[in-house]
């Protein structure tokens, strides 16, 4: 029995509201109910809508539902980043759940063409609250498993026999608690309905998990602990239909799927489309048996393949997303009428059994689909000639592990090789490289990963356009008609060896820069106090094991001069090794074999300083780019890192900081801050690193353009000698989308021998893009350009062949001294949602070796 501590009771004394509803309000007319279950309102004191229930408070009284039921069985299956579970509760009836590892090795059985029993019970799935302001997706589980828990009935016991149903609660429980933390802050004695008060405004703030990421962009990305927990359960039982429920604008009428019709991923059978219409039928007769508003087939459309009702389409599932207008506070109005939380939660519980229903009475149509998915898929792959991608990470294990890991969380075949692969010019080792057979059951979802797409019938998109993953993790990949993979090869597991302890040094210690957490590694050292260099070029060292060529960007710990005992330092040597993975050689002598770089040059190896990083957040900042920021510092490299309100920047103590994070959004800050900014650079040495809108405000700001070579390349540049054409106004749609870069991936020539290129085995370097803006190229400086767009850059994704030839031999990065200081400015996100490990490393080098940014000292002339 769920018990509310007395002392929450007390403090919120919230007395019911007229838009509070018990739980007769949602049951079903023809179901009876057993009164012994407990009803929400007798566990908690008050009815759904009266105030937002917490999460902790939900999950006690799910578990209690589910303990005392032999229809519901619960599971915690991970945590969110605050350490709340999200629970997996699997419903059915009593002789199924006895049967339950049978039922589920036949759905699966199935899927391999071997066959089932017709009557073989439908796998079912509902995801419950991805976004946390959208408190109705979330606080539906509760009539729903009270529904299971209590009901009887012919209806009930049809579903109960017929699926195993499953539910997952709750997807972003992080992001539910900030959302009832500021529904509670604001809470008013008085019902206040108007859409202006401060108690309806929390979107992005709520919307988000701990580190401010959209968790339903993460079913395709999988770097946050939430998404990983439930696509593991997804793949485990590859379920038939998969429902998710969201809230939107408050005026916008309950809409679910099919979607946009033109705007299907087209690795999506036609047929899924056909089926979800079929179900939707299922969900317009109850909402039209009440008169209410719908939509089902605008601008909600099934493209990117890593939302919550796309996914599953490439799966061999159908994905029906649901969207309610939020009530938000509780109850709003809005053009259409009141909006109360009360009845989203019984529109969102009651679509939630239509999808249940319409799924059984088509279940042979959807058994078939499923089915006849993978057998078209492996009929398609035979035919594929490509037969095998094969990738490596040249001097980075780790980036590739990482990637195995992605891909067999997607269920994805992947095998490390066994011997030497050459494919389109360059050599695959063996050991060191990787291979993903395209004949496999996941053939669909290995063509949404690795293929490039730059031609779309539309140009019209909900999310990215472009987000082939071995450009994300900047992959050397190509195709290959054949691998040998030896007899019986296992799957790879993507875990790695560690780096071998290094031996206890006499003189130094040198650790590799191309690993992807040496940033961790060299934050370790320097948070110890100790000193450490970094090489300016490469060098051969003389170490315990012979010689080790090095390349720039490696650290060198000298023994000399530390405050730390020879022991202490040899200890964190160990730690980086072992638990950074990072490659750590014990130097003999500070003499090396290549001329001019011995480990005492100064012209070759430069004293770091521990970073002091501020990041700028809100105020129009995108909460987004921050957060990505936030944990790409915080959750990948340990690294201390001081979030500030972009308000409160006219009261930092500037001379305690060495860099300050601005992100895209709006970047624009009062002339005083600018000021302070100027000076901390100019005299104080800072480093200013600026992204998206918040690069172009800072080159603006720093480098005016009378100063510095012209101005930026506008959004919408005009052509004077063209005549403003006429348009229908029905065209307006496409053609304010034409020139948008939603996110597509760029190539660019990165400059390996700039501090920023740093630890880069090659000058080929992807990028995410998601802005029309160009940077402007600074006169007089040729080496302020470490980073290029190519002559020819779109790799995958979507942009209008203006846009590409306004980007293309621009500026991706400019760097500039500005007095002591420096400024690093960024056209794109490098942490774009966690997953783009690629430019990763130009964030952390601008971080650690922006004070080895040179200015020239020369004239030069253009050409």
């Known amino acids: ?14 007395t019911a509201t007229a838009n509070a509803e018990p739980i007769d309000f949602f049951k079903v007319d023809g179901v009876d109910y057993d009164d012994a279950v407990q009803a929400p309102e007798d566990a908690f004191g008050y009815e759904i809508g009266d105030q937002p229930v917490r999460v902790g408070d939900m999950i006690a009284y799910l578990r209690d539902l589910a303990a005392g039921s ?34 589920r090795a036949t759905h699966l059985a199935r899927l391999n063409g071997e066959a089932a029993p017709e009557d073989a019970p439908m796998v079912l799935w509902i995801n419950f609250g991805v976004h946390g302001a959208e408190a109705s997706g979330m606080d539906a589980a509760m009539p729903l498993l009270y529904h299971f828990a209590a009901g009887d009935g012919e209806q009930v016991d049809a579903m109960l026999n017929d699926s195993v149903m499953l539910f997952t609660v709750v997807f972003n429980p992080d992001g539910h608690a900030r959302r009832v933390d500021h529904v509670e802050t604001f809470w008013s004695r008085a019902d206040n309905t108007d859409p202006a008060d401060i108690i309806h405004n929390m ?56 979607g946009e019709e033109n705007r299907r991923n087209p690795l999506i059978p036609e047929r899924a489309r056909e089926l979800t219409y079929q179900i939707g039928q299922r969900h317009a007769q109850f909402l039209d048996s009440e008169a209410r508003l719908y939509t089902t087939e605008e601008r909600f459309d099934n493209f990117y393949i890593g939302k919550g009702s796309t996914y599953p389409q490439i799966n061999g599932s159908l994905g029906i997303l649901f969207e309610a207008g939020a009530a938000r506070g509780g109850a709003i109005q809005t053009e259409r009428g009141l909006v109360t939380h009360a009845d989203n939660v019984r529109t969102q519980f009651r679509t939630a059994l239509t999808t249940i229903q319409g799924s059984l ?11 006849q998915f993978f ?7 035979a035919r594929d000639n490509r037969r095998n991608f094969v990738f490596t990470a040249d001097g980075d294990p ?25 494919a389109d010019g360059r050599s695959y080792p063996a050991g060191e490289s990787y291979v993903v057979p395209l004949n496999q059951t996941q053939y669909r979802m290995v063509q949404g990963i690795f293929d490039r797409v730059t031609r779309f019938e539309e140009n019209i998109f909900y999310d990215v356009s472009g987000w082939t993953l071995p450009l994300a993790y900047d992959l050397d990949y190509a195709t290959v008609s054949s691998a040998r993979l030896g007899d019986n090869p296992s799957l790879a597991s993507g875990e790695i060896e560690p780096a071998s302890a290094p031996d206890r040094a006499p003189y130094g210690y040198v650790m590799e820069w191309s690993h992807t957490y040496a940033p961790r590694a060299l934050n370790r050292i320097l948070s110890a106090d100790l000193m450490a260099r970094a090489a300016r070029e490469e060098f051969t060292v003389v170490t315990t094991r012979g010689a080790v060529a090095l390349g720039r960007g490696s650290i060198f710990v000298p023994l000399a001069r530390q405050d730390a005992s020879e022991d202490d330092i040899h200890a964190l040597m160990n730690t980086i090794a072992l638990e950074d993975g990072v490659p750590v050689h014990a130097a003999t002598s500070g003499l090396t074999p290549t001329t001019g770089r011995d480990l005492g040059a100064t012209n070759v190896f430069s004293a770091l300083e521990q970073p002091r990083v501020i990041l700028a957040f809100d105020g129009g900042l995108s909460r987004y780019d921050s957060g990505e920021m936030w944990w790409t510092l915080d959750y990948r490299h340990d690294m201390a890192v001081t979030l500030i309100e972009k308000e409160d920047l006219d009261d930092v103590a500037w001379s305690a900081y060495t860099h300050l994070i601005l992100v895209g959004g709006n970047a624009s800050l009062p002339d005083d801050v600018k000021e302070e900014m100027d000076r901390w650079i100019r005299r104080e040495g800072g480093t200013l690193i600026a992204t998206r809108q918040g690069a172009r405000w800072a080159q603006d700001a720093f480098f005016p353009a009378e100063e510095n070579g012209g ?4 959004d919408d540049a005009e052509d004077d000698a063209e005549t ?22 760029f190539e660019s020539d990165l400059d390996i021998t700039h501090p920023l290129g740093f630890g880069y085995a090659d000058r080929q370097l992807p990028v995410h893009r998601n802005v029309p803006f160009t940077l402007r190229r600074p006169d007089g400086d040729p080496y302020a350009v470490p980073v290029q767009y190519t002559d020819d850059p779109l790799l995958t994704g979507y942009a209008s062949e203006r846009r590409q030839e306004e980007i293309a031999g621009t500026p991706s990065v400019v760097t500039q001294r500005l007095g002591r200081g420096a400024v690093v400015l960024m056209a794109d996100n490098p942490v774009f949602r966690g997953t783009y490990p690629g430019t990763e490393k130009l964030l952390m080098n601008a971080i650690f070796f922006s004070d080895l940014i040179d200015r020239p000292r020369g004239e030069y002339e253009d050409g």
Not at 1 to 14: K, Q, T, V, W
Not at 77 to 94: A, E, K
Not at 376 to 381: I, K, Q, S
């Open 1 to 14: 029995m769920i018990r509310l501590a007395s002392a929450l009771l007390s403090a919120i004394a919230l």
């Open 70 to 103: 032999d229809r519901i069985s619960v599971e915690t299956i991970g945590f969110s980043h605050q350490r709340r579970p999200i629970l997996f509760f699997t419903v059915t009836s009593p002789e199924n759940h006895a049967n339950i590892d049978a039922i």
């Open 203 to 258: 979107w992005i703030e709520a919307r988000t998990n701990h580190y401010w990421f959209d968790l339903n962009r993460q079913w395709l990305l999988l770097t946050q602990p939430e998404s990983r927990a439930w696509i593991a359960k997804w793949h485990e039982w590859k379920p038939m239909v998969s429902a998710d429920y969201h809230e939107m604008g408050s005026a916008t009428p309950f809409y679910f799927h099919p």
């Open 361 to 371: 009475d088509l279940r042979s149509e959807i058994t078939d689909y499923q089915r």
């Open 375 to 381: 057998v078209d898929a492996a009929r398609d792959a």
């Open 398 to 422: 780790e980036r590739a592990a990482r990637f195995v890991r992605l891909l067999r969380m997607h269920d994805i075949e992947v095998y490390r090789t066994t011997s030497d692969i050459s």
């Open 711 to 714: 101005a930026n390349g506008e």
């Open 724 to 745: 403003p054409r006429r348009a229908d106004f029905v065209e307006m749609a496409l053609r304010d989308a034409e020139h948008v870069i939603g996110g597509a991936i």
